[in-house]
């Protein structure tokens, strides 16, 4: 490993036991989020774990969690799910741009259309920002499915 691959936010280069006094964690903490698969260092030829500026970045968002009161499953599953929620973020915003830019050229174009065919200038088409500040904010959860309904619990007749 050369010095440069340490600026890699992916390269695994520090011992548990160095990885833990960096978090200011004990040891037997990390070994645990690794038996749980919530992280896996890689390991070295001789077996020990390594982890990465990456991994243990992760490994202190699942204790900050941990320590206000969720189990440590809870926790990663909690982190997991904002990663995610983020991922879903940034590409419906970039979702959003690319619209907007279509709809950018789709007016260009319009306008040259009518500019070539002699009459007036088209009406603006006008962005995804527009639309969405026109409304009313639709929580993520609207959008979801009712989740089914449990089936009436039998009463027992004596």
Same mark, same amino acid.
């Given at each position: 490993?050369?010095?440069?691959?340490?600026?890699?936010?992916?390269?695994?280069?520090?011992?548990?036991?160095?990885?833990?006094?960096?978090?200011?964690?004990?040891?037997?903490?990390?070994?645990?989020?690794?038996?749980? @698969?919530?992280?896996?260092? %890689?390991?070295?030829?001789?077996?020990? $774990?390594?982890? /990465? &500026?990456?991994?243990?970045? #992760?490994? *202190?968002?699942?204790?900050?969690?941990?320590?206000?009161?969720?189990?440590?499953?809870?926790?990663?599953?909690?982190?997991?799910?904002?990663?995610?929620?983020?991922?879903?973020?940034?590409? @419906?915003?970039?979702?959003? %741009?690319?619209?907007?830019?279509?709809? $950018?050229?789709? /007016? &260009?174009?319009?306008?040259? #259309?009518? *500019?070539?065919?002699?009459?007036?200038?088209?009406?603006?088409?006008?962005?995804?920002?527009?639309?969405?500040?026109?409304?009313?904010?639709?929580?993520?959860?609207?959008?979801?499915?009712?989740?089914?309904?449990?089936?009436?619990?039998?009463?027992?007749?004596?």
């Amino acid at each position: 490993m050369g010095a440069e691959s340490l600026d890699d936010e992916e390269t695994p280069a520090l011992t548990t036991g160095q990885a833990a006094e960096f978090l200011g964690v004990r040891q037997a903490f990390l070994r645990s989020l690794d038996a749980g @698969r919530m992280v896996r260092p %890689d390991r070295s030829a001789g077996g020990h $774990r390594r982890w /990465s &500026r990456r991994q243990l970045a #992760l490994a *202190a968002r699942i204790r900050e969690l941990f320590d206000e009161g969720l189990t440590l499953t809870a926790a990663a599953m909690v982190v997991s799910l904002q990663d995610e929620v983020a991922l879903v973020t940034r590409e @419906r915003d970039q979702a959003h %741009d690319e619209l907007d830019q279509a709809r $950018r050229e789709l /007016s &260009r174009v319009r306008t040259e #259309l009518v *500019a070539a065919r002699g009459g007036t200038t088209a009406h603006p088409v006008p962005s995804a920002r527009t639309h969405r500040a026109r409304g009313p904010e639709v929580p993520t959860t609207a959008l979801r499915p009712p989740l089914p309904t449990p089936p009436p619990q039998r009463t027992s007749s004596t």
